[in-house]
């Protein structure tokens, strides 16, 4: 009877023993499984830089994966790289989510899909070099002083000028704010990293410019001004017109008013003159009647083109300055829809004037 009772509860116990062994078993399964699943699986932005440096084995890798809240704990991901004989992890730089569960992680790692660290800039028509200095120094590890000290480097414009057909001595004006404005062709351009250098960034948009401008090279070399000539006259349309059509009749304009030994009369180069950018205030009345070789609007600048670019223009600019149509008028004004109206002499154009300020049409800041 006694054997009987002993037997009994020897089952008993060995029964507890594997219900016990049943749900750790089944507990460890739970918690594993759940531990492979993502940290933030709703977070949208869940972007998270790492970097896994050369020689780190999966003990590294996971301490690393887990202090940036990638994975839930460490031991699941060696559990996870042992079963599935993960052992080819690479080093690298990764971006990595935490709405991704660890086996994708460990995939992206395994592959090697190390972080894309190119900068993407656009630099926008019409703008001069200061906004380019301002975005280059957004967007990468320089400085706008590390541009305007390039730009000030006579040795390295001169190693330009030799390099590239459309640069010339006219560029190294003592006048001249910065010898590359207008050459500075408007585009989205794509650079290795942050690091990417001022020279660097330059170099890649000066060969962009000749490979758009060696199929114009033809027709400037047909015309009476120079390359730094039409493109002065190209940012100066840029600015004062918004289409390729206006443009072209500006351009037109332009010449017309050069014929007549008139000045170019273009607010677009006072605000210049002066930096003050477009938008910022108005012209004060000093400034506009203020000699500089940039304002068309001050004295002695009968007959002249200011003396280089005012903005970096579009290729389209360069077209309508190369191309401009034949206008009979001397004067143009656009309203604050940016539609632009031609005169042929001054009295047309102070009626045209008139009449925008009596429909609200005038541009006021």
Not at 60 to 70: C, Q, S, T
Not at 244 to 265: C, E, H, P, Q, Y
Not at 307 to 322: D, E, Q, T
Request: aromatic residues 10%; proline residues 3%; contains cysteine.
């Amino acid at each position: 009877m006694e054997k009987s009772k002993s037997k009994k509860g020897l089952i008993i116990i060995i029964a507890i023993c594997m219900i016990i062994l049943v749900v750790s078993i089944l507990s460890f399964f739970i918690w594993y499984k759940n531990s492979l699943k993502a940290v933030s699986p709703n977070e949208k932005d869940s972007s998270v830089r790492i970097v896994i440096p050369e020689k780190t084995g999966t003990v590294g890798i996971a301490e690393i994966l887990y202090n940036k809240g990638l994975i839930k704990n460490e031991l699941s991901m060696k559990i996870y790289a042992k079963i599935n004989k993960i052992n080819n992890l690479q080093a690298g730089k990764y971006d990595l989510n935490r709405s991704d569960d660890l086996p994708t992680i460990l995939s992206h790692i395994q592959n090697g899909d190390i972080a894309n660290d190119e900068v993407k800039i656009t630099f926008i028509e019409g703008k001069n070099i200061r906004w380019f200095a301002k975005k280059i120094a957004d967007k990468t590890n320089n400085t706008e002083e590390d541009v305007y000290n390039l730009l000030k480097d006579e040795e390295y414009i001169d190693s330009l000028i030799k390099k590239y057909w459309f640069l010339t001595d006219e560029i190294k004006d003592s006048q001249i704010y910065y010898p590359l404005e207008g050459y500075l062709l408007p585009d989205t351009y794509v650079f290795e990293n942050e690091d990417v250098s001022v020279k660097t960034i330059f170099n890649i948009i000066l060969n962009y410019m000749d490979k758009k401008l060696m199929s114009l090279k033809d027709v400037i070399n047909s015309k009476t001004y120079t390359v730094h000539q039409m493109l002065t006259l190209a940012s100066m349309a840029e600015l004062e017109g918004k289409s390729d059509t206006d443009r072209a009749k500006i351009v037109g304009v332009f010449f017309n008013r050069l014929n007549a030994n008139m000045s170019l009369g273009s607010d677009v180069t006072t605000y210049y003159a002066f930096k003050v950018d477009m938008g910022e205030r108005d012209l004060t009345k000093q400034e506009l009647n203020t000699y500089s070789p940039y304002n068309t609007r001050g004295p002695n600048m009968e007959g002249k083109i200011p003396i280089g670019p005012i903005c970096n223009p579009s290729v389209s600019a360069i077209k309508a300055a190369l191309n401009p149509e034949a206008i009979d008028a001397l004067y143009f004004v656009a309203d604050k829809t940016g539609k632009v109206y031609f005169s042929k002499d001054l009295d047309e154009h102070n009626e045209t004037i008139k009449q925008l300020k009596e429909q609200g049409l005038w541009y006021e800041y």
